[in-house]
């Protein structure tokens, strides 16, 4: 038997597939279920006029949001704080701010590794070097 312990409430309990125990499950489908009933009254709520109104954690709704059980079609107002800067938004992770700062990061991580691929294959070294010893290594 694999026991292990509940990330939520601490207990020990036979592992599956959720990684939390039976009770916290529970509890969690309870959320779950006052989320949809509370959506289904108040289809234009947002995140925080939700998780107001049903008492549950806004992490544990944006988790809903991110498994897919609660979609855009059940709360279309229901939008998802950026995982960067904590912004509202209506889909993806990190909101347009974010991502285009991020992709400015990204585009500077390449030229840095295409200057060094440069310097290599200008002094041939490195290239060579590493061919020969691929070859005995084996
Ligand atoms: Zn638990
Ligand atoms: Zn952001």
């Given at each position: 038997?694999?026991?292990?312990?509940?990330?939520?409430?601490?207990?020990?309990?036979?592992?599956?597939?959720?990684?939390?125990?039976?009770?916290?499950?529970?509890?969690?489908?309870?959320?779950?279920?006052?989320?949809?009933?509370?959506?289904?009254?108040?289809?234009?709520?947002?995140?925080?006029?939700?998780?107001?109104?049903?008492?549950?954690?806004?992490?544990?709704i944006t988790r809903f949001i991110r498994e897919g059980r609660i979609g855009a079609k059940d709360a279309p107002n229901l939008m998802l704080p950026c995982e960067s800067c904590g912004e509202l938004i209506k889909d993806g992770s990190i909101c347009d701010n974010c991502r285009s700062k991020l992709s400015k990061d990204v585009?500077?991580?390449?030229?840095?590794?295409?200057?060094?691929?440069?310097?290599?294959?200008?002094?041939?070294?490195?290239s060579t070097y590493m061919k020969d010893r691929d070859k005995f290594g084996k």
């Open positions: 038997m694999n026991l292990s312990n509940c990330p939520q409430c601490g207990k020990v309990f036979v592992n599956n597939s959720y990684n939390i125990c039976p009770a916290c499950i529970r509890e969690i489908e309870d959320h779950y279920r006052k989320c949809v009933e509370f959506l289904r009254k108040n289809r234009d709520s947002t995140l925080y006029e939700l998780s107001e109104g049903t008492g549950v954690s806004v992490r544990l585009r500077h991580l390449h030229e840095d590794e295409r200057r060094r691929t440069d310097r290599n294959n200008h002094f041939g070294f490195g």
